[in-house]
């Protein structure tokens, strides 16, 4: 079992910063891929960033250039440095991870981009 535990959501003016942190627990022989995920009101679900336990990254192409994904293999953490915050950024961004045969949700964290 994992549990994912988020932190650093908020509300931000348009053009603002935020940094997401996601800490990984539990019993598991690894992780191999950890990434953010988000969902709107009244939208799907949609990855936003991903990175492997190779340390290959995949953005959605609406964030790419403005968000950056890292992650910590020693602490189990990934966060995400979000920067140039649009009002279309808001959602709830939810941790997401794999093991081997599984698959694991935070419980979400609130981004809220307005003036």
């Known amino acids: 079992q994992v549990q994912l535990v988020e932190s650093g959501g908020g509300l931000v003016q348009p053009g603002g910063s935020l940094r997401l942190s996601c800490a990984a627990s539990g019993s598991f022989p690894y992780i191999y891929s950890m990434g953010w995920y988000r969902q709107a009101p009244g939208k799907q679900r949609e990855a936003v960033a991903t990175?492997?336990?190779?340390?290959?990254?995949n953005y959605a192409d609406s964030v790419k250039g403005r968000f950056t994904i890292s992650r910590d293999y020693a602490k189990n953490t990934v966060y995400l440095q979000m920067n140039s915050l649009r009002p279309e950024d808001t959602a709830v961004y939810y941790c997401n991870a794999h093991t081997p045969g599984n698959e694991y949700w935070g419980q979400g964290t609130q981004v809220t981009v307005s003036s």
């Open positions: 990175v492997s336990r190779g340390g290959s990254i």
